[in-house]
């Protein structure tokens, strides 16, 4: 099993930052792509960013400019640093990781408010 800490969620007003940041342990040997994906109310999850071991990282166009991903592959551990924030960015924020390739885990989610 993986455990995950996530912190950071919050209210800003739009053009604010957040950053928001994930730790995994437990079952955590074979992780190689960790990342978060978003889900507003009355919407799909959807993909945020995504970052591999090697540091290859993958942006949803709504957020390109905007949010950067990190990683610490010593501490299992993942950040979202969030920039000029919108009231369409407004979500639950779900930290993840995948092992083996193919192996999906999921954290219980932060909640990110931005008001206009």
């Known amino acids: 099993q993986v455990q995950f800490v996530e912190s950071g969620g919050g209210l800003v007003q739009a053009g604010g930052s957040l950053r928001l940041s994930c730790a995994a342990s437990?079952?955590?040997?074979?992780?190689?792509?960790m990342g978060w994906y978003r889900q507003a109310p009355g919407n799909q999850r959807e993909l945020v960013a995504r970052i591999s071991t090697g540091g290859i990282t993958n942006y949803a166009d709504s957020v390109k400019g905007r949010f950067t991903i990190s990683r610490d592959n010593t501490k299992n551990s993942v950040f979202l640093q969030m920039n000029s924030l919108k009231p369409e960015d407004t979500a639950v924020y779900y930290c993840y990781l995948r092992k083996w390739a193919s192996y999906d885990y999921w954290g219980q989610g932060t909640e990110v408010t931005v008001s206009s």
């Open positions: 437990g079952s955590t040997v074979g992780v190689n792509v």
